[in-house]
């Protein structure tokens, strides 16, 4: 296992090798990678050392999110940001495994000396992201990447979380979507920075439909505290068509933030929101292991065989069981 240092030096170098060797032990969950992950975050700064912003990227299925991520990308590319893109694949329930196939839709960005695509398995975590979603932002923002996209692996009610780690939120919409954006509009339309319906090139009509449909949608939304009004835009990821409007949209919604202080205020909110997570999961990942709950969960499980319905009698056993544990 390389050293903790050596592998600082090159991500603060920007080499590529370096952090997508970093983001694997990130991944781990053995105890020497976790131990040595653990290193390595208290080693990087807890602020990028330059001006860097986060967008997340949601979508139905079949919106067309990889194409308009690298019509997108290249974009940026072009007005001089160096861009991570994270990537995330629903992994099976039955075998783990993901496709993880972005780098192969992502055909140009996935070659160009200006960006890095991570494709990782979402592990069954909630909330559209990965386990060390956090720590891959904070990772490839050592490495001099300036603008960071998050692909969610879609769009419904749980996927929340990228919102609250991110400085921006994308949603992608297709033409024609009817009754689909009924289901999006309380979990996520209101959360969205900015909306953009794509394969305007295919049914222009319909998109321009779709478009008035989400706004009136936006006006049944409560006002942003920010004052910001989130843009509707049509675009064709696939030839390009209008992408660059979306990205002056953007530009202007991280200009307000920073001429307002609020990006300073949500990296703030990120941490903490941060702070929060990783103590659910270090709790859940202790009581897991623990050989003594794993007696209880037996026990218990044997109980509901039996007919037990007070299912919260239960869960009290358990964390009681564990609690008791971690008193020695």
Known sequence: ??????????????????????????????????????????????????????????????????????????????????????????????????????????????????????????????????????????????????????????????????HGMTDAFLLLAQPGAGDELQGIKRGILEMADLLVVNKADLLPNEAKRTAAELRRSLHLAPPRDNGWSPPVLTAAALTGTSVDAVADSVDHYREMLNRDGQLAVLRRKQRAGWLKDSIHSELLRRLNRSEEVKAVWQNCLAAIEKGETDINALSEKILATFLDTSKT
């Open 1 to 162: 296992m390389p050293s903790v240092k050596e592998v600082v030096e090159k991500i603060r170098k920007g080499e590529v090798a370096a952090l997508s060797r970093a983001i694997t032990l990130l991944e781990s969950q053995t105890d020497a990678h976790r131990a040595w992950s653990a290193d390595l975050l208290k080693s990087l700064p807890a602020l990028p050392e330059q001006s860097t912003f986060r967008l997340g990227i949601s979508g139905t299925p079949g919106v067309g999110k990889s194409t308009f991520i690298e019509a997108f990308g290249l974009e940026l590319i072009r007005r001089g940001h160096r861009i991570a893109i994270l990537a995330v694949d629903p992994s099976s329930s039955i075998s783990g495994g993901s496709i993880l196939g972005d780098k192969t839709r992502m055909e140009q960005l996935s070659h160009h000396p200006a960006a890095f695509i991570r494709p990782s398995p979402s592990g069954g975590f909630l909330g559209g992201i990965t386990r060390v979603t956090r720590e891959t932002l904070l990772l490839c923002e050592s490495a001099k990447f300036d603008y960071i996209l998050v692909e969610t692996v879609g769009v419904g009610q749980s996927e929340i979380a990228v």
